[in-house]
């Protein structure tokens, strides 16, 4: 079978990864893809929301089954085009996406629907939304509606950060032009619940933790993940259900009803707080870098598993017990400006994904994004695998890359 993969981030590199193993996948294709990548699947020059390309080339190649990583490709309705030309592809409708791609679409829906979720209300211009800032407790969560690439959140702290984030997505249009929702602020720890669904049909993948914050300690700005964990010691048998039964299978019910069925990966932000768990946001695709840790786990074939959700048939999954830790290296300066093209070596190794690289002329991997690698490790315990996956991080030489050593501390120690 020939599978294209739409993407070029870690993500990507960890689903090409997973269907390499698979008896059944003879020819792997990304789009983008990137340098990591091209190890695995040959990889095409087309932008992931390039639409008529990308369906132009899965014709012309004549691709069994379609796998689309980023939001974006989904927002645009890749999914949607590749079924009108009678190609298998493995997402959400444009449609459906709007679960992730417009947060006042979620939190509707969960409002409507009765899903555990945090007070909200959604403002279009600056005035209104400061008048309420200036009633509103602190610290309060502030979400441009849109898609903005994991950094479109701000947790105020006070006033004076309202106001600038209010000022960044409405007056100065830093995401595009949008809405805001402004969230009461919730507390306690944030997991991951990805799940494979077809309709009302819910799936569940392992749990995953990530971890936000630039440095060790959860320390410093907001990134898009510094790294993720899986499984989690916190989340006990009876918060697993809680979130199955009363978040992910209810959203997928409301997707059905609402006339947008969901299929794909839909994936739980979830918070487990002192009043139960609750949903932080929804994302219509596989977490990243989450599902570079859970991916690995799978021992069962992900393409049966892509075409079982397609073909609307039960998929089987079979996972191994071990503990999984990943670390991403990034750009000094990411989640601001940072600068490109440092030569990494010792990046070759299978544990290693690919988030952002790309060759030079010789040959070469050079730094070429924000969040750079993804180094994965697996052992008996959490403890053992951060050691290792540390151990690993200390091989890769590249002189502008920085990482967190403290991936997955929190459920094995107490700071």
């Given at each position: 079978?020939?599978?294209?993969?739409?993407?070029?981030?870690?993500?990507?590199?960890?689903?090409?990864?997973?269907?390499?193993?698979?008896?059944?996948?003879?020819?792997?294709?990304?789009?983008?893809?990137?340098?990591?990548?091209?190890?695995?699947?040959?990889?095409?020059?087309?932008?992931?929301?390039?639409?008529?390309?990308?369906?132009?080339?899965?014709?012309?190649?004549?691709?069994?089954?379609?796998?689309?990583g980023p939001e974006a490709a989904l927002a645009v309705g890749v999914v949607d085009e590749m079924q009108k030309a009678g190609i298998p592809a493995f997402g959400p409708t444009k449609a459906a996406a709007q679960i992730e791609s417009s947060k006042n679409f979620a939190k509707d829906l969960m409002s409507k629907y009765n899903i555990p979720t945090a007070r909200y209300e959604v403002f279009k211009d600056y005035e209104s939304a400061i008048s309420f800032v200036k009633i509103s407790p602190f610290p309060t969560v502030i979400k441009y509606d849109g898609l903005a690439a994991g950094k479109g959140v701000v947790i105020a702290e006070n006033y004076e950060e309202a106001e600038a984030a209010?000022?960044?997505?409405?007056?100065?249009?830093?995401?595009?032009?949008?809405?805001?929702?402004?969230?009461?602020?919730?507390?306690?720890?944030?997991?991951?619940?990805?799940?494979?669904?077809?309709?009302?049909?819910?799936?569940?993948?392992?749990?995953?933790?990530?971890?936000?914050?630039?440095?060790?300690?959860?320390?410093?700005?907001?990134?898009?993940?510094?790294?993720?964990?899986?499984?989690?010691?916190?989340?006990?048998?009876?918060?697993?259900?809680?979130?199955?039964?009363?978040?992910?299978?209810?959203?997928?019910?409301?997707?059905?009803?609402?006339?947008?069925?969901?299929?794909?990966?839909?994936?739980?932000?979830?918070?487990?707080?002192?009043?139960?768990?609750?949903?932080?946001?929804?994302?219509?695709?596989?977490?990243?870098?989450?599902?570079?840790?859970?991916?690995?786990?799978?021992?069962?074939?992900?393409?049966?598993?892509?075409?079982?959700?397609?073909?609307?048939?039960?998929?089987?999954?079979?996972?191994?017990?071990?503990?999984?830790?990943?670390?991403?290296?990034?750009?000094?300066?990411?989640?601001?400006?940072?600068?490109?093209?440092?030569?990494?070596?010792?990046?070759?190794?299978?544990?290693?994904?690919?988030?952002?690289?790309?060759?030079?002329?010789?040959?070469?991997?050079?730094?070429?994004?924000?969040?750079?690698?993804?180094?994965?490790?697996?052992?008996?315990?959490?403890?053992?695998?951060?050691?290792?996956?540390?151990?690993?991080?200390?091989?890769?030489?590249?002189?502008?890359?920085?990482?967190?050593?403290?991936?997955?501390?929190?459920?094995?120690?107490?700071?």
């Open positions: 079978m020939k599978v294209l993969v739409i993407g070029g981030g870690g993500r990507e590199h960890a689903i090409v990864h997973a269907l390499s193993k698979s008896s059944k996948v003879t020819e792997i294709y990304a789009a983008p893809g990137n340098a990591g990548i091209s190890k695995l699947a040959m990889c095409v020059n087309i932008k992931d929301t390039d639409v008529s390309n990308l369906v132009a080339f899965a014709k012309d190649e004549k691709i069994d089954l379609v796998v689309v209010l000022k960044d997505m409405l007056l100065d249009d830093k995401y595009g032009k949008g809405k805001v929702v402004i969230e009461e602020y919730l507390e306690g720890p944030e997991f991951s619940f990805m799940c494979f669904v077809d309709g009302e049909n819910v799936y569940p993948l392992q749990l995953a933790q990530d971890h936000k914050r630039a440095y060790d300690g959860d320390k410093g700005p907001n990134t898009g993940g510094m790294g993720a964990y899986s499984p989690l010691p916190f989340i006990t048998e009876k918060d697993y259900n809680e979130a199955l039964n009363q978040i992910m299978i209810p959203t997928a019910k409301a997707m059905v009803n609402e006339g947008n069925p969901f299929k794909g990966v839909l994936y739980g932000g979830l918070m487990k707080t002192k009043k139960g768990i609750k949903v932080i946001e929804f994302n219509a695709r596989f977490g990243d870098p989450e599902t570079e840790v859970v991916l690995p786990r799978l021992t069962s074939d992900i393409y049966d598993a892509f075409m079982a959700i397609v073909n609307g048939t039960e998929p089987k999954l079979v996972w191994d017990n071990k503990c999984t830790i990943g670390i991403v290296m990034a750009s000094k300066g990411y989640p601001g400006d940072y600068k490109k093209g440092f030569i990494i070596e010792n990046a070759t190794s299978d544990n290693i994904y690919h988030m952002g690289t790309k060759f030079d002329d010789n040959g070469n991997y050079l730094t070429n994004g924000g969040r750079v690698l993804f180094v994965v490790a697996s052992a008996d315990t959490l403890e053992e695998a951060n050691k290792k996956a540390n151990a690993l991080v200390d091989e890769i030489k590249c002189e502008n890359l920085y990482h967190r050593t403290d991936i997955g501390a929190k459920a094995y120690k107490k700071f």
